[in-house]
């Protein structure tokens, strides 16, 4: 059986995308490593959330260890309106590293499951990264599958944010802008 190794940004998107990959053939792990999730605190429930949703699955977790803002911001700034491709950028290497060096078979990312997400650039990266790093990236559009997977995490009562992660996206929120 091939493995894939799953960059997961909640547990939300994550509920489906499994079940889907699993559907697909694949022995399936999840992989946590969102340096752009802001504040502190945000991104520690939604890291709660997703072990919480991966012992429910029976989904091995692989934590990448340390917070690394620090990182997300040399990466973006002076560039926010470009964001969306550091942020992509810097996941996406990470998790492709993770896969390469953990002997897995492919990565994806539980990102395609979002219609809130850039599909295209999404798919553009992984290719990239999967090319530099030597391993495949797998797409699949799950866009229609969005809501069925936020209602297979329902009752299990996990935090489900308002915003995409990023302290930019928070202030969109509030202030009804974009950044351009």
């Keep these: 059986m091939k ?27 999840a992989f946590w490593y969102n340096p752009n999730i802001h504040p502190y605190t945000e991104h520690q429930q939604r890291l709660k ?12 977790l692989i934590t990448a260890e340390g ?39 492919a990565f994806t990312t539980t990102l395609l499951i979002s219609p809130h997400q850039k599909h295209d650039l999404l798919q553009e990266i992984g290719r990239e990264v999967g090319g530099e790093k030597g391993i495949d990236f797998l797409y699949a559009d799950l866009r229609k599958r969005y809501s069925d997977s936020r209602r297979l995490t329902k009752p299990l009562e996990l935090h489900r944010q308002q915003y995409c992660g990023c302290v930019y996206s928070e202030w969109e929120r509030y202030a009804d802008i974009t950044i351009e």
Excluded: N
Aim: proline fraction near 1%.
């Design 67 to 105: 917070y690394d803002i620090i990182d997300y911001f040399r990466q973006v700034v002076g560039h926010e309106a470009e964001r969306c491709r550091h942020c992509f950028k810097l996941r996406l290497s990470k998790t492709a590293e993770a896969a390469k060096e953990m002997g897995f078979d």
């Design 49 to 60: 959330a997703m072990q919480t949703l991966a012992l429910e699955m029976g989904l091995p």
């Design 3 to 29: 493995r894939l190794l799953v960059h997961s940004c909640c547990a939300h998107c994550a509920a489906y995308t499994f079940s889907y990959w699993r559907e697909q053939g694949y022995e399936t792990s």
